[in-house]
């Protein structure tokens, strides 16, 4: 759900610890749920390969069930495999501009809860891509991607548990192009790379619908949700609200007009507002939200 505004977790091997994941900014697509933390006692970590967390998988599941009683999409277990498709093309264009202008990335993770992740063993002269965690969730709420950070370092500094690093090499002195901190990247980078998920969907909307009137009938039952979900994901992650892509792009905007970005009580100001807007447009007022993507899908459909 895409300067992406997300902060780094503050061990690498770990995939997305709770604390760190209230300070991220999530693709959302059905309303504004944090992660939980991935390590508890009952985790088996193995370091790099696989860890799970049998806990969150167990509660995850019980949600899921609980749900489902209720009918509507939750019900229908294609609707996981859909959406799942379409949040991984969602968080794969933040995680490919984020690479392609030198940031650091840590994790990708689809839905939340997390109880399953992956971290690639480091060989020699191995690819950049071994240094992220893949994660996968239980509830489909939506993804994240978690980038390198300034910020996050300097608040884990403060933390107990925190250890500095050795010092392996002479430091250098880093650049915007060399750094691998995503809030050391100018404005219009960051601004492509919170964008990035939104024009991944909208690409992915985009080709599906102009092939469906050409491929056989049969094969609607699978384009056709993915061409409505890639849309859908595409709309609500726009709308300019912080944490969601569009918040991020409206500051990255301000900053390239005024040359100054948003002071953090600002934008933790404007989270906190954009949630309380999210919760009111998904469960409070929802009417209102189907207004806005039955303007949108009335232009397609």
């Known amino acids: ?22 300070d ?18 009952e985790e088996v970590n193995n370091g790099d390969g696989f860890t799970f967390n ?53 994790a990708m993770q689809v839905f939340f809860l997390p109880f399953v992740s992956y971290k690639p063993k480091q060989v020699p002269g191995g690819s950049s891509w071994r240094d992220i965690t893949w994660s996968l969730g239980v509830l489909p709420l939506g993804g994240v991607t978690i980038f390198k950070s300034r910020e996050q370092e300097e608040r884990e ?44 969907n909208f690409a992915t909307f985009l080709i599906l619908y102009v092939i469906m009137p050409f491929v056989p009938l049969e094969w609607y039952s699978i384009l056709e949700p993915l061409a409505i979900l890639s849309l859908l994901l595409a709309v609500l992650n726009v709308l ?30 404007c989270g906190w507002i954009g949630a309380i807007i999210v919760i009111l447009l998904f469960w409070v007022f929802p009417e209102s939200l189907d207004g806005i993507l039955g303007s949108v899908f009335k232009v397609f459909f």
């Open 24 to 41: 991220q900014q999530p693709d959302i697509y059905l309303g504004p749920t944090k992660p939980s933390s991935n390590l508890n006692d």
């Open 54 to 106: 049998w806990t969150q998988l167990i509660i995850g599941v019980a949600l899921i069930c609980w749900f489902s009683l209720s009918g509507g999409l939750f019900s229908n277990w294609s609707f996981y495999v859909f959406l799942g498709i379409v949040i991984i093309i969602h968080e794969l264009g933040h995680v490919v501009i984020g690479k392609a202008f030198g940031c650091f990335i840590k």
């Open 1 to 22: 759900m895409s300067q992406n505004e997300i902060n780094n977790q503050s061990m690498e091997e770990n995939p997305v610890p709770v604390d760190e994941m209230n």
């Open 157 to 200: 500094k403060e933390m107990w548990y925190y250890q500095e690093p050795e010092q392996v090499e002479q430091e250098v002195e880093l650049t915007a192009a060399t750094s691998p901190y995503i809030d050391d990247k100018p404005a219009w980078q960051r601004l492509l790379i919170s964008a990035a998920g939104v024009l991944f």
């Open 240 to 269: 300019p609200i912080y944490p969601l892509d569009g918040g991020a792009i409206v500051f990255a905007l301000f900053e390239i007009v005024t040359g100054q970005k948003p002071s953090p009580a600002f934008t933790k100001a």
